[in-house]
């Protein structure tokens, strides 16, 4: 009896274009969102960004969004830039510099996008909620997420540097017969 599975780099492809669509479409409409909230009277509709909620369009909250709209675009960037990499590995020419690239660059806008995200909420609640001594951070900055986050990014720029010792034995290696 034969079973059909569903090869693992189909699935990741899949996963990716579904993730960047979603990605792509949600910034759009938040960016629509955004633009609709700016034109309607200050004393209206309050939202939240992150765990911050924004009753009306102050040169604070301006900040907090573009912080969140540039983070926004910078995990597209990064998705974009991580199915480039594995239909580099699908072609199956593994080591490559386009590849090292790739993949320390990942790594870096990991690293921002994560300090994009925790930082406006951070600055919020440190500076013009409350005072410093009395801020209770809790799920606010999400400090367990967002050290992870950071391991993942550095761990990405250590793998481009494993890639890259790589590239230079298989160079050595074949160049001995």
Do not use: C
Not at 36 to 60: G, K
Not at 124 to 140: A, C, I, L, W
Not at 161 to 175: M, S
Request: aromatic share 14%; glycine share 4%; proline share 3%.
């Amino acid at each position: 009896m034969k079973t059909s599975k569903i090869k693992a780099p189909l699935l990741l492809k899949t996963i990716l274009d579904i993730l960047l669509i979603l990605l792509i479409l949600g910034t759009i409409f938040f960016i629509i969102f955004i633009s609709v909230f700016i034109w309607i009277p200050q004393e209206s509709i309050p939202f939240r960004i992150h765990e911050d909620l924004i009753e009306s369009l102050n040169t604070q909250a301006y900040i907090i969004l573009g912080f969140v709209i540039l983070s926004r675009i910078i995990f597209i960037y990064t998705v974009i830039k991580f199915k480039h990499l594995v239909r580099l590995f699908f072609q199956g020419n593994f080591f490559s510099i386009a590849q090292i690239k790739i993949i320390r660059v990942i790594g870096k806008s990991i690293i921002i996008v994560a300090i994009l995200n925790t930082l406006p909420s951070f600055i919020h609640k440190t500076f013009f909620e409350e005072s410093p001594r009395t801020v209770t951070y809790g799920q606010v900055a999400s400090i367990d997420s967002f050290w992870f986050i950071i391991a993942v990014g550095l761990f990405f720029i250590f793998l481009g540097r494993i890639f890259d010792n790589a590239r230079i034995l298989k160079e050595e290696n074949e160049l001995t017969v």
